[in-house]
């Protein structure tokens, strides 16, 4: 007998393409165009070099204390981890340990079933209706946990918060985990947080990948009640004490702190969303409604593969996923206003050259 019988083996999650070199245009990974706030590139050249050889606080806890206060919650409700993959990731572990299934929706981030299988976690997906929307009452039969994005991924639909709550208040004997990666581009009242002080069984996954421009950090955190997070510290101290590292720490207590930028960005995205719908619209794509950083977008007359490969060679990466029902789609990461006019100018000459 060989070792491998013994080897956990598994499907890995593909992450998007990091291509290197200065002249591309990068719209695939759903990252922010513009820079961290101002007040990390300070601390950033504040930080101690000598202080590097000690290990970070393992409570991560000025990260921890900044968020609670920045959310009006207490550092008990907080867990921090490295990128909402790790946080979100603990919370499989942690929370989904029933044998009965988890249920997300059939289209969705795709690491949640990768999460899953690797944890041996048995799940049961729930298909989007045709217009790619939640279908609540889906979600009311026995389960053994739910985790559900808002705005979902790669959609960019924003589900309406009664229908979160419908969700959370019809299965109190199971977690339900809102990974709200993109809601800072949701506008106001899109988020579940203010139910965490009314459902002990509702945990809320934030990331500082996005809307605060640090995918190079890898922070994450959860909110939920102090019972919740206790057990979240539980599973990660038994793994790793030390996740976030000092840098990571320092540099993102910065960022929440820097509230002004934090909203400047954020809002600037937000416009460019809604020009890039316009020409998009104009150029006779079609897509839902986003409430994200990017735009889900399919066209009739042109095959969103052959756009993809197109656009790669023009030096433009967006990102298309050979799955089930959503392969005739692309994903386009909302850039600044240059970026989109790149893009646009590149999609109208495809057009114009393809000639259908
Ligand atoms: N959740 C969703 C829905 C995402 O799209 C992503 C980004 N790939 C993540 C979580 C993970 O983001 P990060 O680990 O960078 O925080």
Redesign the pocket.
Known sequence: MSWEANVRKVVPYTPGEQPGGKHIVKLNT?ECPYPPAPAVEKMLKEESYEDLRLYPAPDAGNLVEALASYHGVKKEQVFAGV????V?SMAFLTFFNSSKPVFFPDVT?SFYPVWADVYKIPYETKMLDKDFRLVKEDYVTENGGIII?NPN?PTGLLEPLENIEYIVKNNPESIVII?E?YVDFAGEGASALPLISRYDNLLVIR?F?KSRAL?GL?I?YAVGNERLIKFLNDVKYSINSYTLGRPSLLLGEASIKDDDYFKQTRDKIISTRERLKKDLSALGFTFGDSKSNFIFATHEKYRAKEIFEHLKIEGIYVRYFNSPRIDDHLRITVGTDEEADILVKALDKYMKEAGV
């Open positions: 759903n990128g909402s993959d790790d979100i981030y994005p991924a990974d990666a990331t990948s995918a890898r994450g």
